[in-house]
C-alpha cells in the first residue's frame, strides 16, 4: 500500500507532465430523476472524502448553505453543490467532498462519488463560449478524442465560492492602488486564468496598478500569444522580453496548465528572461514547493489582491533591475 507521501509525490510529479486526476461524481439530475451527469474536481484540491456527517444549520445563511460540520476538531462549511448546479439528487445527499481552494477549507455535499481518472489536460476543452452562466469551467473527454467518449463538466469552484462566501478583502487596499507598477516602455503583463471570476479580479487589479495586459483563457492560448509575440519582436530587432515583462498564471486550465506552461517558458532560451508568476486556488506545501521547481519566480494564492500587487512589484523589480541596458 503506497504511503501518502508517496501519493502526494506521485500526484506531484503528474503536475509536471500536463497530467492531472480528477474525481468524478454525481449531483443527481431532473425532477424525474433522468440526465444524472457526471462532474469532476481536480483530485489536488481533494482533502478527503466523508460519507454524510451530522451537519449543523446555521441561522440566517445563504439557501445552498447546508450548515457546518465538526470534523476532527475543524468547524467546516458545507454546500449542497445539487442545489447550486440545479440538480435533483435520486438518493439524496450521501458523501461530502471536503476540499481545500485558496487556503480555506469547505466541503461540497454530492449524491456518489463514481471514479478517479487520470488525464491529459488537452482532454480538457473550455466550456466558456457553451456555458451562459460562467459555472462549467471546462468539458473533459473521459475516454480520449474519440465521438463516443465519455464526458464529465468540470465546476468553476471559484466563482461557485465566491458567489456563496464573498471575502471581506477582495480588492487590492489603498495602498497599493496609489501605488503603480512600472513597467518598461512598451511591456506588458500577458496573463492566463480560465475562470471568469478570476480573470475580471486580475483586470482590475492589473488596471488599479496601471499595468497593461494582455489576458488570455488557457495555458496554450497563452503560449501561442507568446509565441506570436515573439515573431513579431524579431521581425522588429526585439526580444518577447521587450514586450512582455511578465506572465501571470493560474495552475488549472484546459489543453496545458500552469505548470506546462511555465516549464515551456523557462526551457525556451526566447523566453527564460521572461519572469513568471503562478497565481492559483491550488494551495498548500506540496504545491507551493512545485511552484519552485518548474521555475516560477513567485507564487501568490487566489484571492489575495494586496499579496498580488505586492509580489508582482517584487519580481518585476528584481527582473528589471537585473535586466542589461540596452
Not at 487596499?173 to 471570476?197: F, M, P, W, Y
Not at 500569444?225 to 526580444?239: D, H, S, Y
Not at 507564487?299 to 541596458?325: I, W
Amino acid at each position: 500500500m503506497k504511503s501518502v507521501q508517496q501519493e502526494v509525490d506521485e500526484r506531484t510529479n503528474l503536475a509536471g507532465t500536463n497530467k492531472f486526476e480528477l474525481l468524478l461524481f454525481r449531483l443527481g439530475g431532473d425532477a424525474e430523476g433522468n440526465h444524472s451527469e457526471l462532474f469532476g474536481i481536480n483530485v489536488f484540491k481533494v482533502r478527503e472524502i466523508v460519507a454524510m456527517p451530522q451537519i449543523t444549520a446555521v441561522a440566517g445563511s445563504h439557501q445552498h448553505m447546508l450548515g457546518v460540520v465538526n470534523l476532527r476538531g475543524q468547524v467546516i462549511p458545507v454546500i449542497d453543490l445539487p442545489s447550486v448546479v440545479g440538480c435533483i439528487p435520486k438518493t439524496g445527499l450521501n458523501i461530502i467532498l471536503v476540499t481545500e481552494y485558496a487556503r480555506t477549507t469547505q466541503a461540497f455535499a454530492v449524491e456518489s462519488v463514481e471514479d478517479i481518472v487520470r488525464l491529459d489536460w488537452n482532454q480538457v476543452l473550455s466550456a466558456e463560449s457553451s456555458n451562459a452562466n460562467g459555472m462549467v469551467t471546462s468539458i473533459a473527454r473521459l475516454d480520449g478524442q474519440g465521438d463516443n467518449s465519455r464526458l464529465a463538466q468540470v465546476l468553476d469552484v471559484e466563482t461557485i465560492l465566491r458567489d456563496l462566501m464573498p471575502p471581506d478583502d477582495e480588492r487590492l487596499s489603498t495602498e497599493n492602488t496609489t501605488q503603480k507598477v512600472h513597467l518598461r516602455n512598451g511591456t506588458i503583463i500577458l496573463a492566463a486564468d480560465d475562470s471568469v471570476v478570476a480573470r475580471s479580479l486580475i483586470e482590475q487589479g492589473l488596471s488599479g496598478m496601471g499595468a497593461p495586459y494582455i489576458m488570455t483563457k488557457t495555458g496554450k492560448e497563452a503560449w501561442d500569444k507568446l509565441q506570436e509575440i515573439a515573431k513579431v519582436a524579431e521581425a522588429e530587432g526585439e526580444t518577447a522580453h521587450d514586450r512582455v515583462a511578465l506572465v501571470l498564471t493560474d495552475l488549472e486550465m484546459p489543453e496545458m496548465d500552469g505548470f506546462t506552461l511555465t516549464r515551456n517558458i523557462k526551457q525556451d532560451r526566447r523566453f527564460n528572461d521572461i519572469p513568471v508568476v503562478i497565481h492559483s486556488s491550488l494551495t498548500g506545501t506540496a504545491n507551493e514547493d512545485h511552484v519552485r521547481h518548474v521555475g516560477a519566480d513567485g507564487y501568490v494564492a487566489k484571492f489575495a489582491p494586496d499579496e498580488l500587487a505586492t509580489t508582482l512589484r517584487t519580481v518585476l523589480g528584481r527582473h528589471q533591475t537585473n535586466k542589461p541596458a540596452p
